[in-house]
């Protein structure tokens, strides 16, 4: 046991009545220790003691935690929570989904998307706070959409030039690092060496590379060759590789996690630093478009490409057919969002009275942003890449998909109380302390003294997703308490209605050149 810190007022040790103590609980502080009984004493937004209440402390409340297990607050690398999190609706922006499941920071900009105006957006949330604190990646796909827009060229030499001062400005006002996601148009258009170039920035100033793989299955180049690629701009950059949501997707790659587990581990070997995180589901979820439209029909964007299927020949059907095949059929495509909501390709197009392929092309040519869940993976890939020490946990959290409310807690329940593939504590390390240890946040993630009191409280034996496909919106249950930066979000297993979650930027460093 110790005292923190006596640098903060909050932490000195002649302080004897504290904001908070939690006796009673198991404690698993997120290092990959052993669970061990002890207390927690907590004053203003940190952790002032873990174990044996030092002689003549109170508090102002305890919370009794007996049969219950109390962990750092959990940590999710990759999510798409940013619309939520820069709402004008106060109950949005307490992104319950999170919270109900012990989630206490999280990061946005995932997949390419994060914004270059860094600043601006950590501005936002400072004055508009969110339940939990909030990291974000600065974007590939944003910077170059900016410069280029929605076309399939290359940069020329001054437009590589804006989008590399985008990266350092974005880096130097606190992003995690760049994030990219390949597989998407109009980033799809980019060449290796394009990406490349961005990911030096981020890495000139301590950023990591995320990425959303060019292909995780056999859509384009391959999933081992799109994994090659990754590698590549990560040496190229000097920074280490995260690859999300980690999976093999679709008939021709299910079954090879333990082909990309080899290769993967191989890299390691050499030198390259390489983790990924993951969500425990069997259905992906992203943009029917995305899943079927080969990308040289989306440039221009969403107008060019309703204008390309309208007229689709012979090749352009032939190839929409190849990406159905590749997904698992009509079957495997349940619409998540639009008029269709709820409903399987296959079933739209009997409905309709037409093949797959033209009800999937009338669907797309209506609703061009319909959003699916997609059934391409299988449970073995899944636990094979859960049980890899590289692997952390994720949601990807999206709308119309159960991955939103329940990923972590699917995860407790799939993991480690029903298949038994980790401890609780190896579960709580992958979900807290080296989610941060590899975004680089600062204090979080672990239980000591002088840490943010970012912590959830849980029984374990009930601590479990009730979200399924067809009833997604369902909130997680087994988390009764949720504190963020010493605040209870989560009070007896309901919501408090508390913000007290932070922008997290990662501060500047002295030495770092950054741009006006």
């Not at 903060?8 to 290092?31: A, E, F, K």
Request: proline share 6%; net charge positive; hydrophobic share 40%.
């Amino acid at each position: 046991m110790g005292w923190g810190s006596a640098a903060s007022p909050s932490l000195d040790q002649t302080l004897r009545t504290l904001d908070l103590i939690i006796t009673g609980g198991q404690v698993i502080d997120g290092t990959g220790s052993a669970p061990r009984a002890a207390e927690i004493g907590i004053t203003g937004d940190r952790i002032v003691y873990v174990g044996q209440r030092p002689r003549g402390t109170t508090a102002l409340r305890t919370i009794d935690a007996r049969g219950l297990t109390v962990t750092p607050g959990l940590i999710d690398p990759h999510t798409h929570s940013t619309s939520d999190a820069l709402s004008k609706d106060v109950t949005k922006r307490q992104l319950a989904n999170h919270l109900l499941q012990g989630v206490t920071s999280i990061a946005i900009g995932n997949d390419g998307g994060g914004a270059t105006d860094i600043a601006g957006l950590f501005a936002r949330l400072s004055t508009n706070p969110t339940g939990p604190n909030v990291a974000s990646f600065t974007g590939f796909g944003e910077a170059r959409l900016a410069v280029i827009g929605n076309r399939d060229r290359a940069p020329t030499p001054a437009e590589t030039a804006r989008m590399e001062t985008l990266v350092a400005r974005a880096m130097c006002d606190g992003a995690l690092g760049l994030s990219a996601g390949l597989y998407y148009a109009p980033q799809s258009f980019a060449k290796t060496a394009e990406v490349a170039a961005l990911a030096r920035v981020a890495g000139r100033y301590g950023g990591i590379y995320e990425t959303h793989l060019r292909d995780e299955g056999s859509a384009s180049i391959g999933l081992l060759p799109a994994i090659d690629e990754a590698m590549t701009i990560a040496r190229t950059g000097k920074l280490p590789l995260h690859i999300a949501h980690i999976k093999a997707l679709g008939v021709d790659a299910q079954g090879m996690a333990p082909k990309v587990i080899a290769h993967i581990r191989a890299a390691q070997k050499s030198g390259l630093k390489i983790t990924a995180d993951e969500y425990p589901w069997e259905a992906s979820s992203t943009s029917l478009a995305a899943a079927l439209v080969p990308r040289r029909a989306q440039d221009g964007g969403a107008f060019a490409m309703v204008a390309n299927l309208k007229t689709a020949d012979a090749k352009l059907r032939a190839e929409i057919t190849e990406q159905l095949r590749i997904r698992g059929g009509a079957n495997a495509i349940l619409l998540v969002s639009g008029a269709h909501k709820g409903k399987r390709l296959d079933a739209i197009a009997r409905a309709w009275n037409l093949p797959p392929l033209d009800a999937a092309i009338r669907l797309l040519i209506a609703e061009p942003g319909a959003s699916i869940a997609s059934f391409n993976m299988i449970a073995s890939d899944i636990d094979a890449f859960a049980r890899e020490p590289w692997v952390v946990t994720s949601s990807d959290a999206t709308n119309g998909h159960p991955r939103r409310m329940g990923s972590f807690a699917r995860g407790w329940r799939l993991f480690v109380r029903e298949k038994q593939l980790m401890t609780p504590e190896r579960f709580v390390q992958r979900s807290s302390g080296q989610t941060a240890q590899i975004l680089g946040l600062l204090d979080r993630g672990t239980l000591a003294p002088g840490k943010f009191a970012d912590i959830a409280i849980l029984d374990a034996r009930t601590y479990a997703e009730q979200a399924t496909y067809d009833s997604p919106d369902r909130p997680s249950v087994g988390v009764r308490y949720v504190l963020v930066n010493g605040r209870l979000a989560v009070d007896k297993g309901r919501l408090t209605g508390t913000l007290a979650g932070r922008p997290l930027p990662k501060p500047r460093q002295p030495k770092w050149n950054c741009p006006a």
